[in-house]
């Protein structure tokens, strides 16, 4: 397994911090919300990568900074998938006929 040095691993975090903001700031506001609810599975792929961060842990320092990803990484997909799942609730239709204003009719 190849070893990323502290450099390296600084010039890929400042290329993926500064390419994530360079995407997200040109997506227009009516997408951002689906956009970012749909893309859950990324989620999913960081919480994998934390946890195979955790598995490769050898020192007690690392094993509670991978235990701290992990935690946080499935707190996100849980809140990505609770979030996607709010927003869809908004969009679906009354499949009973009973919407809005038909408990106002009198008989």
């Given at each position: 397994m190849t070893e990323i040095t502290g450099?390296?691993?600084?010039?890929?975090?400042?290329?993926?911090a500064f390419?994530?903001?360079?995407?997200i700031s040109r997506v227009p506001v009516i997408l951002h919300?689906?956009?970012?609810?749909?893309?859950?599975f990324i989620h999913g792929i960081v919480l994998v990568g934390a946890m195979v961060a955790l598995?490769?842990?050898?020192?007690?320092?690392?094993?509670?900074?991978?235990?701290?990803?992990?935690?946080?990484?499935?707190?996100?997909?849980?809140?990505?998938?609770?979030?996607?799942?709010?927003?869809?609730?908004?969009?679906?239709s009354d499949t009973h006929g009973e919407g809005k204003g038909s408990s106002d009719r009198a008989a």
């Open positions: 450099f390296t691993a600084i010039y890929i975090f400042l290329l993926a390419t994530g903001y360079e995407v919300t689906p956009l970012m609810s749909g893309s859950n598995g490769a842990a050898q020192t007690t320092g690392e094993r509670i900074i991978g235990f701290v990803a992990v935690l946080l990484g499935a707190m996100n997909t849980a809140g990505g998938y609770s979030v996607t799942d709010r927003m869809l609730e908004m969009f679906k």
